[in-house]
């Protein structure tokens, strides 16, 4: 199984929204509604933000959303925040009845 | 609450090895799949395997298998994660996580335990 694709780098100025994107194959992302995302804060685990394409667990900001189009899944944080810069990761199910999980390779999102 | 506690950094030499835990408290840590993570200093996360503790289930990433072996003991709420034959390019930080109860994310999260190997 393959990593799924992340830009390395995305930005935006406070109330700006940004979008980061995950792109993977048929038999990953785009085969299953099981896409999740997770913030990572500097020393921190990772949170999760984002479940099943599009749920956010309670407690999230609903500044936080999921969508997916084809292979490609996406993040939006909209109404950007200082406390929002970290590093954002997206995560599928990897196919067949083995319950593994692939991972993007990470965005850093910076508030201008 | 959920949580999940693992145990502390440590400093390992080449060729040692190295057992993480993960103590699972807050909810039911038999019926719930716990997933192993790796994640190397300055980049990103790596998928190293579940294991199921009602039954010691357990499934390994391809890039892991044979590499690590992972277990539990539903007696003491524990999750581990044993690493042999320690190299340099093993040092990282090491996380367990929850899977949800549809499985295929994790949450929550342990706090991480991080593990230098130098000679």
């Known amino acids: 199984q393959s990593a799924l694709t992340q830009p390395p780098s995305a930005s935006g100025s406070p109330g700006q929204s940004v979008t980061i994107s995950c792109t993977g194959t048929s038999s990953d992302v785009g085969g299953y509604s099981y896409v999740s995302w997770y913030q990572q804060q500097p020393g921190k685990a990772p949170k999760l933000m984002i479940y099943e394409v599009r749920k956010r667990p309670s407690g999230v900001p609903d500044r936080f959303s999921g969508s997916r189009s084809g292979n490609t899944a996406s993040l939006t944080v909209s109404g950007l925040q200082a406390e929002d810069e970290a590093d954002y990761y997206c995560?599928?199910?990897?196919?067949?009845?083995?319950?593994?999980?692939?991972f993007g390779g990470g965005t850093k999102l910076t508030v201008l | 609450e959920v949580q999940l506690v693992q145990s502390g950094a440590d400093v390992k030499k080449p060729g040692e090895s190295l057992k993480i835990s993960c103590k699972g408290s807050?909810?039911?840590?038999?019926?719930?799949?716990i997933g192993w993570v790796r994640q190397v200093p300055g980049k990103g996360l790596e998928w190293m395997g579940i294991i199921y503790p009602g039954d010691s289930d357990t499934r390994y990433g391809p890039s892991f298998e044979g590499q690590v072996t992972i277990s539990a003991d539903k007696s003491k709420s524990t999750a581990y994660l044993q690493l042999n034959s320690l190299k340099a390019s093993d040092t990282g930080i090491y996380y367990c996580?929850?899977?949800?109860?549809?499985?295929?994310?994790?949450?929550?999260w342990g706090q991480g335990t991080l593990v230098t190997v130098s000679s």
């Open positions: 807050g909810y039911r840590f038999n019926s719930h799949w």
């Open positions: 996580a929850k899977l949800g109860s549809a499985g295929y994310y994790l949450d929550p």
């Open positions: 995560s599928s199910h990897a196919g067949g009845n083995n319950l593994h999980v692939v």
